[in-house]
């Protein structure tokens, strides 16, 4: 048996007297892919921070090739050929695409930089990704999941010896999880380490040679992939059993509560027509950069739409802004709630009550007793991992921000909740609650639109299912019609 | 594959500008065919160079988050300094003048920028400080008193209106100093970490940038260039005084905003300052020809600054949305 390349012990981390990490323990293994699995706030991303220099280790010894080493700083890291995709998008908006990849070793001609060898690598490196992103770009124009996919190729551009992906396939769509895992494939035959980091037990599956699980900041088991089944792997990472991961509660479909008729925007999309019934969650497929969100997004007025109408409850909205659409009883979880989700530096419970300040307020001054109170209801429910409801969003972990800004939403009591990836970034259990208080809404005769790029999900929940492709709707299923081929064949199909 | 981006990037915000400038160069001239004047021109193209100076360097500060509110106050101090020196060693000859005006107004900026790395006060606190005390320097190394021209030697006042081509030498440096920061800028590691440390400081932290260091740096390019252009500013105006260039640096802020630099950090360019620059230098020497009283040209200028920085603020917002539709269909 070949020798970790990497290898952790008893790696501790706090912050401020939250312990992150008690106990970190991994081996990285040339040519193999190594899962790191654990609920959110488990300390996975802590470590990862550990790797890549961003965060310095309280204690714990580290070694490379059998030697201990100190790592420190980034330099250090890179110096190590410790490359990592991180979990939130850390990119530079108004640089191009290409500098973004190539930001920590820029292309040099004689000292200068060399634009036209970092512009043609770019090109290279992407045409595997997604060929239509022009390393000229600047990368503000790319989407939530291009920007993803630049930080893998910022990853795959220097010759790291070890990759470490947080949640790399948490915003991509089935197809380039797929072309994702080819390039997993290949480095691993390149005979570099891999760590691989997911909520997604498919994945783990598809992908890893071996897992790492930790639970509450400390290592619980080590070992190969084909000596464990899913539900051993839930067991050590939950310490319990976890039952039925799609509860979908059986509610009577009502009258129609919601209709979009022939929306459209510039080149986004175009000729986009539903309805919404009382009861029902419609699950909207499409491959990423399908022009899902744009629509949503025009819905709920953060862009205008040229064209189109919008009725709730048989009345034509006017949508000119959030503040309409949230007034109406139309609320939004947005895919990137770290950008467009939350306040990073509020405390947990102010971020709840934000948009329900109107409910919680008394002859405009705010009832404080109130906002905790509810915080802390939500905290409850969907399970988030903190020290209080006064704790600061951006001292989660990003599993739990993201429970936040669904709770911020939820707590709204909209009329119609529109969810973009509900569960991206969620661990099992909490993705169980989360679906389960889905159930819970459409229950009082709401309605609820949710976009995903999970298949599983999609089927799991939805009682019709759109697909979108190049920003049109393509077809419509009915949650007995749908099969995994045919809504997939709509989505790719040109 | 179908290219879906990139297929028609809206034009440079710089080339928007300078069909500005070139109109309003255009206007005044119409109106007042005087302005064309070769001598009006001249001091213009003078005045306009300090002034492109300051904003380069200013614009190293704005693209790391900061402010830089000390470079006048520079300029004035190390104007001082160095017409003293002059007075005291007149035969030492240009090169000392030029390497002491530099060096120490790197220092001063130096100063800056430590205070913003190292004790981590805000930029914009730290220069209105040294932004009183590098002027009151200039109090106490002059005693209050002038520096007038029959005290500066020949050379150091000739040296920067000797003509080349016909354009002062003074003029020649702002050029310099513009295509050497364009170079800077584009084609150094240190230049690119500059705009990715004021972009996104988080994300340049996790690529190991150091953030505080880039914007020290940022300082002391700003506080050398403050330097050179207060030896240019005193030989040119011949006298050095403690209110030299007071309150210019907002004139010099002015001239990186109208030039599209971001003041949120991360976003601008050489090419935009210096024609932000021009824009500024047009109308400051235009509104005396026309014949406008003082005061009234005091509030022209600026409602046409504020003008010209909206007119700007409003193309960054412009949200275009991206092109998702198949070419054929998007026209249907
Ligand atoms: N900067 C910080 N300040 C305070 N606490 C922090 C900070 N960063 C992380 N933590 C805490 O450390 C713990 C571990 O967080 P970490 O981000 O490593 O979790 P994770 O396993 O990556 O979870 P997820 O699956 O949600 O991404 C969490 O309880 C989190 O609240
Ligand atoms: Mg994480």
Known sequence: MSEPILSLAGVTKSFAGVRAL????IDLYPGEVTALIGENGAGKSTLVKILTGVHHADG??????????????????????????HQEAVVFDDLSVAENIFVTDRPRKRGMVDWATMRERARVILAELDPRIDPRMPMRQLSVAQKHLVQIARALSNEARIVIMDEPTAALSHREVEELFTIVRRLKAEGRAILFISHKFEEIFDVADRFAVFRDGAAVGQGLIRDVSRDQLIAMMVGRSVDQVFPKTVVPIGEELFHVAGL?????????????????????????????????????GLTRPDHGEINLEGRSLKIRAPEDAIGAGIAYVPEDRQIQGGILRFPIASNIALPSLSHLSHRGFMRRADERALAEDYVTQLQIKT??????????????QQKVVIAKWLATNPRVLIMDEPTKGIDVGAKTAVYRLMGEIVARGLGIIMISSELPEVMGLADRILVMRRGRLRATFTRAEATPESIVKAATDA | MPKIFGARRGLPHEVGLGLLTLALLALVTIAFPRFLVIDNLKSLVDDTALLIMLAVGEMFVLLTRGVDLSVAANAALTGMVVALFNAHYPGAGILPVIVIAIVMGAALGLFNGFLVWKVRIPSIVVTLGTLSVYRGCVYLVSGGAWVNSGQMSPFFLSFVRFPILGISVLSWIGLLVAVLAFLFLRFTIAGRNLYAAGNNPNAAGYAGIDVGRMQCLAFVLSGAIAGLAGYLWVARFAVAYTDVASGFELQVIAACVIGGVSITGGVGGVVGVVIG???????KNALPVVGISPFFQMAVSGFVITVAVILNAGSYRKNHGRKILERAEASS
């Open chain 1, 22 to 25: 008690v106990k970190g323990e």
């Open chain 1, 264 to 300: 459209s925007r510039g080149e986004e999309f175009a000729d986009v027509s539903f309805g919404l019934k009382r009861g029902e969650i419609l699950g909207v497929y499409g491959l990423v950069g399908a022009g899902r969100s744009e629509v949503m997004q025009a819905i709920f």
């Open chain 2, 277 to 283: 620059g021009l824009f500024l230098g047009i109308i």
């Open chain 1, 387 to 400: 020290s209080g409801v006064g704790q600061r969003l951006e001292e989660l972990s990003g599993g739990n």
């Open chain 1, 60 to 85: 714990g010894d580290i070694r490379f090739n059998g030697e201990p080493v100190h790592i420190g700083s980034a330099d250090n890291a890179g110096r190590l050929g410790i490359s990592a995709i």
